[in-house]
């Protein structure tokens, strides 16, 4: 693999809507979502029965992980259909996984104690070789979703945990190293609390919205979904329906504004839940 290009971070119920900034409320996530209504629903296979991310290539194409073997599936938006899959490493690595991004040909996986896995995509159930990459944020951040910013040129790492009590961890590994150590984005968890919602707030997944340059984040633990800028500033938060959503743990944005959301296997199995745009 090429050397490293990345450097260590400093380190049944409808939705209910809580509007909280008055910028860009136009354009805020629940006003062009209704999450009482998808579009269609797919079953996964047993391979992603812990399904625990989901990213798209620069071609349109989602990808899709569990978290306990590092092998990559490719999910079709429009049929539900799940490639074979291919595999990290000679056996497929093994380790609490929680997170993927791509950026152009790469891949990239996060596990839960901050390591960070590189590697290119091969043929279905091929191994394909890696770069592991201790982020060092395993001490202070326990990471539980990942994404790309492109105009950021970042990694966006979401902290389910973090000592920081008042505040809501999202830290960002830059892409070029020539750019140093990038300051991680924080959202104010008061804000949580004055829009009714409850005082904690722990991140699942991560995602960029495309239409807005917002950044979207689904709490499974609390069932509810946070939009927020770049800036950590509250632009909306919403209730997930538990009898829709009982284990939402993936979250991406697919071509045409379609809003994805992943379920870990439950009594009903894995799943995908597509929303379209109002």
Same mark, same amino acid.
């Given at each position: 693999?090429?050397?490293? /290009? =990345? /450097?260590?971070?400093?380190?049944?119920?409808?939705?209910?809507? =809580?509007p909280i900034s008055?910028?860009?409320?136009?354009?805020? @996530?629940?006003?062009? %979502?209704d999450l009482d209504?998808?579009?269609? #629903? %797919?079953?996964?296979?047993?391979?992603?029965?812990?399904?625990?991310?989901?990213?798209?290539?620069? +071609?349109?194409?989602?990808?899709?992980?569990?978290?306990?073997?590092?092998?990559? %599936? +490719? /999910?079709? $938006?429009?049929?539900?259909? $799940?490639?074979?899959? !291919?595999?990290?490493?000679?056996?497929? /690595?093994?380790?609490? !996984?929680?997170?993927?991004?791509?950026?152009?040909?790469?891949? =990239?996986?996060?596990?839960?104690?901050?390591?960070?896995?590189? !590697?290119?995509?091969?043929?279905?159930?091929?191994?394909?070789? %890696?770069? #592991?990459?201790?982020?060092?944020?395993?001490?202070?951040?326990?990471?539980?979703?990942?994404?790309?910013?492109?105009?950021?040129?970042?990694?966006?790492?979401?902290?389910? +945990?973090?000592?920081?009590?008042?505040?809501? $961890?999202?830290?960002?590994?830059?892409?070029?190293?020539?750019?140093?150590?990038? +300051?991680?984005?924080?959202?104010?968890?008061?804000?949580?609390?004055?829009?009714?919602?409850?005082?904690? =707030?722990?991140?699942?997944?991560?995602?960029?919205? &495309?239409?807005?340059?917002?950044? $979207?984040? @689904?709490?499974?633990?609390?069932?509810?979904?946070?939009?927020?800028?770049?800036?950590?500033?509250?632009?909306?938060?919403?209730?997930?329906?538990?009898?829709?959503?009982? #284990? &939402?743990?993936?979250?991406?944005?697919?071509?045409?504004?379609?809003?994805?959301?992943?379920?870990?296997?439950?009594?009903?199995?894995?799943?995908?839940?597509?929303?379209? &745009?109002?």
């Amino acid at each position: 693999m090429s050397p490293g /290009v =990345f /450097v260590t971070c400093c380190l049944g119920i409808g939705a209910v809507l =809580f509007p909280i900034s008055t910028s860009a409320q136009a354009q805020r @996530l629940t006003d062009r %979502y209704d999450l009482d209504s998808f579009q269609v #629903r %797919y079953d996964l296979p047993g391979g992603l029965d812990e399904v625990s991310g989901l990213a798209l290539d620069d +071609e349109g194409r989602l990808f899709a992980h569990d978290d306990e073997r590092a092998v990559i %599936y +490719e /999910v079709d $938006v429009e049929t539900g259909r $799940v490639s074979a899959g !291919f595999r990290v490493g000679e056996t497929a /690595v093994r380790g609490d !996984f929680e997170g993927i991004a791509v950026v152009g040909d790469r891949f =990239f996986l996060a596990s839960s104690t901050g390591m960070l896995y590189e !590697f290119r995509e091969t043929s279905p159930r091929s191994p394909t070789e %890696y770069r #592991r990459t201790d982020t060092e944020l395993g001490s202070r951040c326990e990471v539980e979703g990942l994404a790309h910013h492109e105009v950021d040129e970042s990694l966006l790492v979401a902290c389910k +945990e973090t000592p920081d009590e008042r505040h809501i $961890v999202i830290h960002r590994l830059a892409l070029d190293p020539s750019r140093g150590v990038l +300051e991680p984005i924080r959202v104010q968890k008061q804000g949580l609390r004055a829009a009714g919602g409850t005082r904690n =707030f722990s991140p699942s997944a991560i995602a960029l919205d &495309p239409r807005t340059g917002h950044l $979207v984040l @689904l709490a499974a633990r609390q069932e509810q979904i946070l939009e927020i800028t770049m800036g950590g500033e509250i632009i909306s938060l919403f209730r997930l329906s538990k009898s829709r959503h009982p #284990r &939402p743990e993936g979250l991406e944005f697919a071509p045409g504004g379609l809003l994805l959301i992943a379920d870990e296997k439950d009594e009903a199995g894995a799943r995908v839940t597509v929303y379209a &745009p109002r």
